[in-house]
């Protein structure tokens, strides 16, 4: 596995800008403004958890390194913003995907 991992960089951007895209389409920014979805939260929190666990699954199948972790992560960052979401949003979920992504397998 190492730093890098099996899979490359463009595998990596396209895969995280399909859950960007996966995102937005169950839980779409809110129109009229503030950068968060305008769903129920219990909505957001299930789009979420089945967000991760993609991601989770695209971990262990191609065994990602620190490098392409982090890679995954500002890939998917950049994508929300272009899909409409505000900062504030776009960096916590960002960041709890690759907690998510990040912790040791038991």
């Given at each position: 596995?190492?730093?890098?991992?099996?899979?490359?960089?463009?595998?990596?951007?396209?895969?995280?800008?399909?859950?960007?895209?996966?995102?937005?389409?169950?839980?779409?920014?809110?129109?009229?403004?503030?950068?968060?979805?305008g769903v129920t939260p219990k909505r957001l929190i299930s789009a979420l958890e089945q967000i991760f666990g993609k991601a989770?699954?695209?971990?262990?199948?191609?065994?990602?390194?620190?490098?392409?972790?982090?890679?995954?992560?500002?890939?998917?960052?950049?994508?929300l913003a272009d899909l409409g979401y505000g900062k504030e949003f776009i960096e916590d979920v960002t960041q709890r995907m690759i907690v998510h992504i990040s912790r040791k397998a038991k």
């Open positions: 596995m190492g730093l890098f991992g099996t899979v490359s960089n463009k595998q990596v951007d396209d895969f995280a800008k399909s859950l960007a895209h996966e995102l937005a389409k169950q839980c779409p920014p809110d129109p009229s403004g503030g950068g968060r979805p989770l699954g695209f971990r262990e199948q191609h065994g990602l390194g620190i490098y392409r972790k982090a890679r995954l992560g500002n890939a998917f960052r950049w994508e």
